[in-house]
């Protein structure tokens, strides 16, 4: 099959580097040494995937073991596709160019709504039964993590089972079972592996789970069907992140990806606490690395991979505590080898000067700021924790010190959004671009200012889970407001296609009935819905209409305080008690401190998660 793909398919598509899978550092085991075989699933193009930092952990972590291994797929891009359905063949791994499904395990990674019918397109040209209940014995397990997981449900009925947390120390767990499982002498049946999965803390199984509903569609309860399957799943946490392995010799693609540079994890976690913001709920506590640790690891990776850039990862890296010592030793030891240090999305205020001379002592980085809102009252709602003068001020840091462009990210349709918030953001881009005009003199003819405005989705296990977000022509509307007020010849607008994220919010806060609409959708054409190319609305609307499924049961009804949500029975540690105390503060325009810096606000996570108290990073001053 190696040799047909090579020569035959291959040479037919235009970028066959995404499936050769010889790229510098990939590895490639022998087949016959591993008792389990595993294949890491992501459900978007191989440019999108290989940037993504889990695939490299646990392919690292996998292939670390000497009984199993880890090969990798991606969702074909459409003229690979058509070959391969051309000619018969199926999906298939990158390392081994083995059929998916020969193998023990497919484990997708769900980063984002809008890619499942990736993932059922993917089965099927593997073909695999879509559907759980139609798969026996002979077909491989398939497994589900990441984000998104958080509300497994519509995709229940398609994932054996879901891992819900961070995965260093579970997968390993999961072989094990696996593995035993393997070795038995008895006839091997699947129920038997899944019972056996559903007793390793944080993997939830959906076939051993009944939902309920009211007559108005609501959920009444979801319970637990057998004894062994714990009422709620909760999610696994990675306690020291020094502790665990970190790659240092990851995957060197031969072609540009999306983030083509080192990923150097800093901190896990945000103790912020933005209304809106699921990750920085699902990730908590915070956990940090040792500089000593962080300096280690990126000796070994700048000498395995011969990239020119580090970057420094988190959801808010300029939070991490010693991230000025840090950056400047790095610089200090790599600066003279023109290895660049990058930096991600920056919080206002926590910008420093000082941090950004450093990091502009070798080249000048894209410098992105995310104000979120444009008032402070809507900061306040959402508990952004920046004022204006925070940004002028590190705006004019960034000017100063040599930037002649910046980015600016918003959020419309916040709830309580009113038009006076929408002018807040043509105001604060307006005053950007004047501040840097005054401090770039000369040079202000490069000057160039980006407001990027994607549209609020209500997501699980955030304040903001039960608020109706905005229709489609609301959300359009504002988009088309802002176009209107911000056309300066300084300022380029950007926005997301308010489309994609109504749909999106149907996915984010669906129930299984949902399921039925993805399936149907995926049978009309449906793939690559986050790629505009590929996007049809009118399709979705048509599995909607035929399956009988109302999307504004969804996305813009307002859910009921005391509604049983189709995620409740998944435990992120965070109380239900606390979403409920913020989304009322919200609503008052009351924010909340950050728990690392003042009294613990008691979100639940110290409290409950087993063993919180002696996390790395996580305040030890929490309540009993």
């Not at 497994?143 to 398609?158: I, K, R, S």
């Not at 000057?447 to 905005?470: E, G, I, M, Y």
């Not at 992120?572 to 003042?598: M, P, W």
Request: aromatic share 10%; charged share 25%.
């Amino acid at each position: 099959m190696k040799q047909l793909i090579e020569n035959r398919i291959l040479p037919k598509v235009q970028k066959p580097a995404r499936y050769q899978g010889n790229e510098w550092n990939s590895v490639h085991k022998d087949w016959n040494d591993a008792l389990v075989r595993m294949v890491f699933a992501f459900p978007d193009v191989y440019e999108v995937g290989m940037s993504h930092l889990g695939l490299r952990i646990l392919y690292h972590i996998v292939n670390n073991r000497e009984d199993t291994l880890m090969e990798r797929v991606f969702a074909p891009w459409v003229d690979m596709e058509e070959q391969l359905r051309q000619d018969n063949l199926r999906l298939f791994s990158l390392e081994s160019v083995s059929p998916l499904a020969d193998f023990d395990v497919i484990a997708f990674t769900l980063q984002y709504e809008m890619s499942y019918t990736n993932l059922l397109n993917m089965l099927d040209m593997a073909g695999i039964p879509l559907r759980a209940a139609k798969r026996d014995d002979r077909w491989p397990l398939v497994l589900a993590g990441g984000p998104t997981a958080y509300n497994p449900e519509p995709l229940a009925p398609f994932v054996d089972a879901f891992l819900l947390g961070e995965g260093e120390e579970a997968i390993h767990d999961i072989i094990g079972i696996i593995k035993k499982w393997k070795q038995s002498c008895q006839q091997r049946k699947r129920i038997d592996l899944l019972k056996e999965l559903a007793g390793i803390p944080g993997v939830y199984v959906p076939e051993f789970y009944e939902v309920s509903y009211h007559n108005d569609g609501t959920i009444k309860e979801v319970v637990p069907q057998v004894s062994f399957a714990p009422p709620r799943v909760t999610k696994r946490v990675v306690r020291d992140l020094d502790k665990v392995d970190f790659p240092t010799r990851p995957i060197v693609p031969f072609m540009e990806i999306v983030h083509d540079r080192i990923m150097l994890e800093v901190l896990r976690g945000c103790s912020r606490g933005c209304r809106f913001c699921q990750a920085g709920m699902i990730y908590r506590p915070v956990r940090e690395k040792r500089p000593e640790t962080l300096v280690s690891q990126a000796d070994h990776l700048v000498k395995n991979t011969g990239y020119d850039e580090i970057s420094l990862t988190s959801l808010s890296t300029s939070d991490y505590s010693c991230v000025q010592g840090v950056l400047a030793s790095l610089m200090h030891k790599y600066g003279s080898e023109r290895i660049g240090v990058s930096l991600p999305s920056l919080r206002a205020d926590t910008f420093s000067v000082d941090l950004a001379k450093e990091v502009q002592r070798v080249r000048k980085t894209t410098l992105t700021f995310a104000p979120e809102a444009g008032t402070q009252r809507m900061r306040d709602v959402i508990n952004k924790g920046v004022t204006e003068d925070n940004l002028m001020e590190a705006v004019t840091g960034a000017f100063e010190a040599g930037w002649t462009s910046v980015k600016l990210y918003f959020m419309i349709g916040l709830p309580s959004e009113t038009y006076e918030d929408l002018d807040g953001i043509a105001d604060l881009a307006f005053k950007v671009v004047e501040r840097g005009r005054d401090i770039l003199g000369s040079r202000a003819g490069r000057l160039r200012v980006t407001v990027s405005a994607s549209s609020f989705v209500p997501k699980p296990h955030t304040p903001f889970q039960w608020v109706a977000q905005d229709s489609m022509e609301v959300l359009q509307e504002k988009q088309h407001y802002l176009a209107r007020k911000l056309k300066h010849r300084k300022i380029v607008f950007n926005w997301h296609d308010a489309r994609l994220s109504t749909l999106e919010a149907v996915f984010s806060r669906g129930s299984r009935r949902v399921a039925a609409v993805l399936e149907r959708a995926w049978e009309l054409g449906c793939k690559f819905d986050s790629w505009n190319e590929h996007f049809n609305y009118d399709t979705w609307q048509q599995a909607f209409r035929e399956t009988d499924v109302d999307p504004g049961f969804y996305n813009i009804r307002e859910f009921g305080r005391d509604e049983v949500l189709p995620w409740d029975h998944i435990n992120t540690g965070v109380t239900r008690e606390f979403l409920l105390s913020e989304y009322k503060r919200a609503f008052n325009e009351q924010i909340t401190a950050d728990c690392r810096h003042e009294k613990c606000t008691v979100c639940g996570v110290c409290q409950n998660l087993p063993a919180s108290l002696d996390l790395k990073g996580a305040r030890n001053n929490a309540p009993d």
